[in-house]
């Protein structure tokens, strides 16, 4: 891939843009309110935007091309059984609960709600989980700015990881969501002219969906298994995927995408930012519409790229092969950009997947940052420290979040397993949060101890889960079957649904049964943290399009819709 | 918080936008042979900088958007109403 002068005085506009943001927000970070939760003060629109922007890393845009090449128009139930259905739930049942307790972060919520060893537990191994993430992220980036474009490593990842520390540490919360607000509008700028070019080249829909009817019968499936979403959902075999619809929607709709939709606070921290109660709960739900036509931005361009690689368009595009033989469908969207953009294009294309791995860094920053000061400094380290002293430590926590990153990313070029064993047991540690969260928020007799031996059972049986069972053609470790494979599914993406409706499980009915055994607390101490024991906030004088509940309705509706078009 | 966010994508919106058109015109024809022969950059430049200018405007004017729920009559109600069900404690929003 060539750069011209204008795409490097693109990128240059863009990051001036990025840091003034953060320069012009420092003089409003007066408090540690100011800093961690933008004084609560930012209208629902941008906080919508900020959250599905925060998800929006890089995991989610080179990873759902590479998918969509991988599996086809499948891929999109990561959105359409998955998050918007996710996104609805924790904006008209569970925000009350999370804006109205005053908590300012998720494991906060869980020591008003539970007790100080389960925020301590969910604190402490989110702490972890978001830094790594963030480093990740930073791996993935330097690797793939060092294919395109033959950059150092060293160089895209010190660069990046300082203006990202820049601009987080000025500005705190609202400069992450300010930037990516920015982020946001840049990607859907950047990327839509791909679709438009690539659907072109491939004789738009109807010529794409011949198209992978080639991918489909040459891979050994029904002709429509690239481009039906549920007709082949039947059975593991008939499908890209190896699901059926029953791990599909438990596994991936319900446990993991509520999981982390309804519990990650990398998420939820962008709500709890909004306003008022009502532009908190309507977050969510203004997120999801954007967010249900992103399959067409990121899921259509992978789609395009195998459908193009199997019966060639007038172009000439064809994905890229790893030394293994295999096709590297983690290119695919990155080639495409360097293969239909031309000079100037190409600045904003290239600048919009940066934008999209910063955001995503710097949304588990922001979240690292909160959870630290707030939920292990305050809590177990200093307390009662001066406001100006836990604003002095969010900016530390800014500074020492992003260099733990940084080395976890040069780690990560020397040991490129650990980052797959990350991963795994950031999956163990996740899985089982909805089921804490749903009986916390829902049943007032669940108890904290209920709550922390829920949690830790759900995490092992994740563990036994993964370690008794392996993916069809796969071998013996990080992939599973390190205690003996007693069962293998057809597929990875199976197998990692099925730990995840285990886990789920186990931690729901743990904490049951342990919660019937110990002391409940007194219900007056539960109002505002409980359903039924919390006033149900009034909506009356509000028109219909500002009611979470007619909202979520609208969005359902129309995911619905969505299904069913792409049947 | 004074900053209206659509200031700052509006302005970078109608440089980019700006910039993209120019290098459309700049830019030999030999490179719009990658972009199936439509000259992308001066188009999609267009599209960028008239909604860059959409935002600027919309920023000026300072709609509903941006203030806090307490400037208006409608969200002075709903504040009473959540600080009466106890969800918000007087004094929080700044």
Same mark, same amino acid.
């Given at each position: 891939m060539h750069l011209t002068s204008i795409d490097w005085v693109i990128m240059v506009v863009y990051f001036s843009f990025v840091l003034g943001i953060g320069i012009a927000l420092k003089r409003y970070m007066k408090t540690s309110t100011d800093f961690f939760l933008s004084g609560r003060s930012i209208p629902a629109w941008i906080t919508g935007l900020a959250f599905i922007s925060a998800n929006l890393g890089a995991q989610e845009v080179i990873g759902m091309g590479a998918s969509g090449a991988k599996y086809g128009i499948a891929t999109s139930h990561f959105y359409w059984i998955g998050a918007i259905p996710a996104m609805v739930f924790v904006g008209v049942f569970m925000m009350p609960f999370y804006y109205g307790s005053r908590a300012r972060s998720v494991p906060e919520y869980l020591k008003l709600r539970f007790d100080e060893k389960t925020r301590g537990l969910n604190g402490i191994s989110f702490a972890v989980m978001t830094v790594f993430s963030s480093g990740i992220s930073l791996y993935a980036m330097g690797k793939l700015l060092g294919t395109l474009l033959g950059w150092s490593f060293n160089v895209s990842v010190l660069v990046s990881a300082v203006i990202v520390l820049a601009y987080v540490f000025l500005g705190g919360l609202t400069s992450a969501i300010y930037n990516e607000v920015l982020q946001f509008f840049l990607i859907v700028f950047g990327f839509a002219p791909l679709v438009f070019l690539g659907l072109k080249d491939a004789g738009g829909w109807t010529g794409l969906q011949s198209r992978l009817s080639t991918v489909a019968t040459a891979s050994g499936f029904g002709s429509g298994a690239w481009s039906e979403?549920?007709?082949?959902?039947?059975? #593991?075999?008939?499908? #890209?995927?190896g699901v059926e619809w029953f791990g599909l929607a438990m596994g991936l709709g319900f446990v993991l995408s509520f999981g982390y939709w309804c519990t990650d606070f990398l998420v939820v921290q962008r709500a709890m930012a909004a306003d008022s109660m009502s532009a908190a709960r309507r977050t969510p739900l203004i997120a999801a519409v954007p967010k249900m036509f992103f399959p067409f931005l990121v899921i259509l361009p992978g789609m395009i790229a195998i459908a193009l690689t199997y019966q060639a368009g007038s172009s000439g595009f064809v994905l890229p092969k790893k030394l293994d033989g295999t096709f590297d469908y983690d290119l695919a969207i990155p080639m495409m950009l360097g293969h239909y953009f031309p000079t100037g294009m190409l600045g904003i294309g290239l600048t919009a997947l940066m934008a999209s791995f910063m955001s995503g860094m710097a949304g588990n920053v922001t979240a690292f940052n909160t959870v630290w000061t707030y939920d292990i400094y305050q809590s177990y380290i200093k307390r009662g420290a001066s406001d100006q002293h836990y604003l002095w430590m969010g900016r530390m926590a800014t500074v020492f979040g992003i260099a733990i990153s940084v080395a976890a990313a040069y780690?990560?070029?020397?040991?490129?397993?650990?980052?797959?064993?990350?991963?795994?047991?950031?999956?163990?540690?996740?899985?089982? !949060?909805?089921?804490?969260?749903? !009986?916390?928020?829902?049943?007032?007799?669940?108890?904290?101890?209920?709550?922390?031996l829920g949690l830790l059972s759900g995490t092992t049986a994740a563990a036994l889960h993964h370690g008794f069972t392996l993916p069809a053609n796969a071998v013996v470790g990080v992939k599973g079957g390190w205690f003996g494979a007693l069962h293998v599914y057809p597929s990875e993406m199976a197998q990692n649904f099925w730990t995840a409706i285990f886990a789920w499980t186990t931690c729901f009915v743990i904490t049951i049964v342990v919660s019937i055994m110990t002391k409940p607390r007194a219900e007056n101490e539960l109002a505002g943290l409980v359903y039924s024991l919390t006033e149900r906030p009034k909506q009356d004088r509000e028109v219909w399009y500002r009611r979470p509940a007619a909202l979520g309705v609208v969005v359902l509706i129309m995911t619905l819709v969505l299904n069913l078009l792409f049947w | 918080m004074r900053l209206d966010i659509r200031l700052p994508i509006g302005l970078m919106f109608a440089l980019l936008g700006a910039l993209l058109v120019i290098s459309g015109l700049v830019v030999s024809p030999e490179e719009y042979k990658r972009s199936l022969g439509i000259?992308?950059?001066?188009?999609?430049?267009?599209?960028?900088?008239?909604?860059? !200018?959409?935002?600027?405007?919309?920023?000026?004017?300072?709609?509903?958007?941006?203030?806090?729920?307490?400037?208006? #009559?409608?969200?002075?109600?709903?504040?009473?109403?959540?600080?009466?069900?106890?969800?918000?404690? #007087?004094?929080s929003i700044h």
């Open positions: 979403s549920w007709r082949y959902m039947g059975q #593991p075999s008939s499908n #890209p995927m780690v990560a070029t020397r040991f490129n397993n650990i980052m797959d064993m990350l991963q795994l047991v950031f999956a163990f540690v996740n899985a089982p !949060l909805f089921a804490t969260f749903l !009986l916390g928020m829902f049943w007032k007799r669940a108890t904290g101890h209920g709550a922390f | 000259n992308i950059n001066t188009i999609w430049g267009a599209v960028m900088f008239v909604f860059g !200018l959409i935002m600027l405007l919309l920023g000026r004017r300072g709609s509903a958007g941006m203030r806090s729920s307490e400037e208006g #009559p409608e969200g002075r109600a709903i504040e009473a109403e959540e600080k009466e069900a106890g969800l918000e404690t #007087p004094g």
